[in-house]
């Protein structure tokens, strides 16, 4: 029997952008825990570095902090020479950065009216050019650190994560761009576990449900009372599980994924949302 442990994570290279963001940053503390040696990116060096410090400091860990543009070729380039420089090859990518604008962010639920001027609220009043963003980042912020990181696994093997969002399988009300822009990360993600399973590289998604963090409690949750908002009674009545996640919830998600322990894993969406994307509502 192989091992049932994360045993044979220890000792490899990983390079995790959004590595200074919530999830990342949760991850981080998982990996470093499991031994494997993490250069942990960020928009900004400084934070980054900050980061990584304090987490190997609190777990012993080996870990280097990093800034780079995902959507810049030559810092992505840049990154690998560090981490080549520091530990040799990377071997596990997890594609972290990501997120929204709130110009591609509907104001209202739903068009009810045909008022002209509501249409502003609906999607006709969505910026373009934040909605571009939103797809550069989630979309093309997953290929171009893919292209150069995972360069370093051909032939030798090596395993993706990137980070989709349980909007990519039930688009949420208001966050079109969003939602539409983690599906293609899906999508992607199947293209390329096929493409690149000749090279035993494997590449799966996460697709993180909702979760309590510091950064969105005051959206969740009432200021004064704590209690749940509208909205969050809404995603609270649609969650089987009964309760938002916690954000440290994803990590034995995440190192199933990257250890062998999933070695016939390849092409998959793991929700990991309380049973959200799988009920109807019904
Ligand atoms: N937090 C959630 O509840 C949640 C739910 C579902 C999916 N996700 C997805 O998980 C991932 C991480 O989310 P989070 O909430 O931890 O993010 P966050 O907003 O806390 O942090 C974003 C991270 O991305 C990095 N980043 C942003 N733009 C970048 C760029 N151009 N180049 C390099 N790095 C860049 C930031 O430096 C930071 O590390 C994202 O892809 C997000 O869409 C998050």
Known sequence: MKALFFEDLK????VMTGGTGV??????????AAGVRLA???????????????IASQTGGQLIGLGLNVLDRSSLEEARRVVHERWGPVQLLINGAGGNRPGATAQDERMTG????????????????????VFRLN???????????????????????????????????????????????????????????????RVNALAPGFFLTEQNRFLL????????????????AATPLGRL??????????????SDLSRFVTGTVVAVDGGFSAYSGV
């Open 11 to 14: 000792g490899k290279v990983a």
């Open 40 to 54: 942990l990116a960020g928009r900004d060096s400084r934070r980054a570095e900050a980061i990584a410090g304090e």
């Open 114 to 133: 045909a008022d002209p001027s509501e249409r502003g609220r609906s999607f006709f009043g969505l910026d373009l050019g934040a909605f571009d963003e």
């Open 245 to 258: 996640g916690e954000v440290d919830e994803l990590q034995g998600a995440l190192l199933f994924l990257l």
């Open 139 to 201: 979309v093309m912020g997953t290929v171009l650190p893919t292209q150069v990181f995972a360069q370093d696994m051909v032939g030798t093997g090596g395993v993706v994560v990137n980070l989709s969002s349980m909007a990519s399988l039930r688009p949420l009300t208001k966050v079109a761009a969003y939602a539409a822009s983690k599906a293609a990360v899906n999508n992607l993600t199947q293209w390329l576990s096929v493409h690149l399973a000749p090279q035993k590289i």
């Open 23 to 32: 999830i990342g940053r949760s991850a981080a503390q998982a990996l470093a």
């Open 221 to 236: 949750t009432d200021e004064k009372t704590g209690e749940p908002t509208a909205r969050t009674r809404k995603i609270l």
